[in-house]
């Protein structure tokens, strides 16, 4: 997640708890899925054109359509382990690369929520997605899903949300730079945070070319009735030693309330360790897909 794609540092969110890197979703992906219904493949890349850019994609099985928005930085070729394949025995699921970002066209010098949130529904469109869609948004992708669904609420048929960024976390005057040490010189693991989160909130140095002001329009988002499912994790995530993990982690979690206002049908569920992610996001779908 953020923190994997940035370093540890801004490890409000895990990394890893929809990718393969701590073997969450692997192996025991496959095994928790149904035996009913065999899993199905990724099929070729496609290239979608949304205007006069290029988005590549992929897309696995059949019936509801579902979209998955990776976190900040993670190409769909690594950001999702074998989770498309497994909910793929569900629904239409699809991935895609956001511009900048693997195989996709570069990035343009400036975007935003609202512009990803744009380019999310073109790809949907390109992709011949029957709406309304299930968007599951892991970590950064969660805004983008979120901007898109109040955009869209008649075309979003309920979101899945894996350990998101909550509004006023992130971003220049979010709660995570106020829980921060000072910058000290002496501290290189410290410093090593400040400069991976300087970089984040600045345009030119943004993998994505994320404007900061976009977080001050995501906590200015509606509340919507579709159904969203917001998945957290149970762990306290390490930091630098300076860093008081447990404060910064409560103010995580206290934050989800502000994505569970986002919808007047929110539902918090807490997964207790990294294997269970693969079988809760999956329950989670089926109960979007019955929404």
Same mark, same amino acid.
């Given at each position: ?9 801004? *490890? ?56 998955? /928005? ?13 989770? @498309?394949?497994?909910?793929?025995? &569900? =629904?239409? !699921? ?25 380019? +999310?529904? =073109? ?8 709406? @309304?869609?299930?968007? +599951?948004? $892991?970590?950064? =992708? ?6 898109? #669904? ?15 960024? @909550?509004?006023?976390?992130? =971003? ?11 910058? $000290? ?17 600045? /345009?030119? #140095? ?20 579709? @159904? ?7 762990? !306290? ?22 994505? +569970? ?22 329950? *989670?779908?089926? &109960?979007?897909?019955?929404?």
């Amino acid at each position: 997640m953020v923190a994997m794609a940035l370093a540890p540092a801004l *490890a409000g969110c895990p990394s890893g708890s929809a990718g393969a890197g701590d073997g969450a979703v692997t192996t025991a992906t496959v095994r928790a899925t149904s035996t009913v219904r065999a899993t199905p493949t990724l099929e070729p890349e496609r290239d979608v054109a949304v205007g006069d850019r290029h988005f590549k994609a992929r897309c696995a099985g059949s019936g509801p359509s579902v979209v998955l /928005v990776a976190d900040y930085g993670r190409a769909m070729d690594d950001a999702w382990g074998t989770i @498309p394949q497994t909910l793929a025995t &569900r =629904g239409r !699921v699809c991935v895609y690369d956001r511009l900048g970002v693997g195989r996709s066209d570069s990035v343009p010098d400036r975007q935003t929520f609202a512009s990803l949130a744009g380019d +999310l529904d =073109g790809v949907i469109s390109g992709l011949g997605l029957t709406r @309304p869609v299930v968007v +599951l948004g $892991d970590s950064l =992708g969660a805004p983008i899903a979120l901007t898109w #669904t109040s955009r869209h609420a008649s075309d979003a048929k309920a979101v899945v949300l894996l350990d998101p960024v @909550p509004p006023g976390y992130f =971003g220049p005057t979010g709660a995570l730079l106020r829980l921060l040490p000072p910058k $000290d010189p002496g501290d290189p693991e410290l410093g090593g945070l400040w400069a991976d989160l300087d970089r984040f909130n600045t /345009v030119a #140095t943004n993998r994505e070319s994320l404007d900061p002001a976009s977080w001050t329009a995501y906590e200015r988002l509606p509340m919507t009735s579709t @159904p969203l499912y917001d998945l957290v994790r149970a762990q !306290v995530q390490p930091w630098p030693a300076a860093v008081d993990a447990d404060a910064i982690d409560g103010v995580w979690r206290q934050y989800q309330r502000r994505v +569970l206002a986002l919808s007047s049908q929110a539902e918090l569920r807490i997964v207790p360790k990294p294997d269970d992610w693969p079988t809760m996001i999956r329950s *989670a779908l089926e &109960r979007a897909l019955q929404s």
